[in-house]
């Protein structure tokens, strides 16, 4: 994001004050000017007489929650956690990384508070989205937050003063931030059910988040994309599409340390959910296919990492139970078996699309079919 607020309109020479000046009462000034223009700057000016105010002490006291503050275990675990690494990088002083945390809690509510799905959403940035839904005061602070968080160019390496005036205002962004959250929900719970603008905030889906994110993927928003699956994970922790989305995304991204953490999940969730294999999963059911994505995921990193005897494994089990094969498995294992990767084989397909010919895949698992015998064609009536 740039860095000037363009419903303020203010000249980028008071956000450069902001971002690198060494002289505190400059700084201070710059912060002021700021917020006038989002009528928060008397606010900002008694906070920073309150040591409480810095959104430091904020999160670290999330580490002493009870669960019954919460409304759900993994939320309990989440802000238990935000309050452990809070209280780790103050002892650190690494104050980026403090806001940091705070900047991903509200980008966290604001989608799912805002609900970002539908054609409208798919063909705007993050910030353009912000800046048309939220209010000027309310935008104004997500930008200043989102400055101190993750733009490089904010120096936190500066004297003891202006570490504690950057603190506090991005306590009182927070706060503020998540007070406009919760007056919002609490008006749409009382809107008529029959409003007109209802559906334009209307709480996503997990499914819909899921389906948003892998089109932003598609398009290769993957920062986009992760932060959607993200939410939709929050709303049901047990969410295995969430975690396929997120394995093929880091998949796209060269990122297979991720790619295998998240295909870990996804593997152990769908275990939970059958603690015996069924002896049939058919690809036709469309409730099967998030479960047999994942054990896929579980086989493809497996083999990747080395571990042939995991992935051969799992590659049998799908075949076992969908002996139709829809879903492409006998080419990774015959594949696997001639010492080719899980991308050299979708390469294959690809090629195999292109030219409408699919032959040296189908010969390629015939050779292997013949030695190893993993896979028997259905017959069909």
Not at 305 to 315: H, I, P, V
Not at 357 to 374: C, G, L, P, T, Y
Request: charged residues 35%; negative net charge; aromatic residues 10%.
């Amino acid at each position: 994001m740039s860095n000037d607020i363009e419903k303020t309109r203010l000249p980028d020479k008071y956000f450069d004050q902001f971002l690198k000046s060494n002289d505190s009462k400059i700084h201070k000034q710059a912060i002021g000017i700021i917020l006038k223009h989002a009528d928060e700057k008397k606010s900002y000016s008694q906070l920073l007489k309150n040591d409480e105010a810095n959104i430091s002490h904020m999160l670290s006291i999330f580490k002493d929650i009870t669960q019954d503050k919460c409304q759900s275990k993994s939320e309990f675990e989440f802000l238990r956690k935000i309050g452990t690494k809070t209280v780790k990088y103050t002892k650190e002083k690494q104050y980026q990384k403090i806001v940091d945390l705070g900047y991903n809690l509200v980008v966290d509510n604001l989608l799912v508070s805002l609900g970002l799905v539908g054609e409208e959403y798919k063909k705007m940035k993050l910030e353009d989205f912000y800046s048309k839904h939220l209010p000027d005061d309310i935008y104004a602070q997500y930008v200043l937050l989102e400055i101190m968080a993750i733009n490089p160019d904010y120096n936190w390496k500066r004297d003891d003063k202006i570490i504690h005036q950057s603190l506090v205002l991005a306590g009182m962004c927070f706060m503020d931030i998540y007070e406009y959250i919760h007056d919002m929900n609490e008006s749409e719970e009382d809107d008529d059910l029959e409003d007109e603008t209802e559906d334009e905030f209307k709480l996503p889906e997990k499914n819909e988040l899921y389906y948003e994110a892998m089109d932003m993927a598609n398009a290769g928003e993957y920062k986009t994309a992760i932060k959607l699956l993200q939410v939709a994970i929050k709303i049901d922790p047990e969410f295995v599409d969430a975690y396929v989305g997120l394995t093929a995304v880091y998949r796209d991204m060269g990122n297979l340390k991720k790619e295998k953490e998240c295909a870990d999940i996804g593997f152990e969730l769908t275990k939970k959910q059958f603690p015996k294999w069924p002896s049939e999963m058919p690809w036709g059911m469309i409730e099967n296919r998030a479960f047999m994505r994942s054990i896929c995921d579980k086989a493809m990193t497996a083999q990747i990492s080395g571990d042939q005897k995991t992935a051969e494994e799992l590659y049998r089990l799908l075949l076992k139970m969908n002996p139709g094969d829809n879903q492409g498995i006998r080419y990774l294992i015959a594949g696997m078996l001639e010492g080719i990767s899980p991308d050299d084989v979708d390469k294959m397909t690809d090629e195999g699309n292109e030219k409408q010919d699919w032959s040296a895949q189908e010969k390629m698992v015939a050779r292997q079919n013949k030695i190893h015998k993993f896979w028997k064609e259905p017959k069909y009536d």
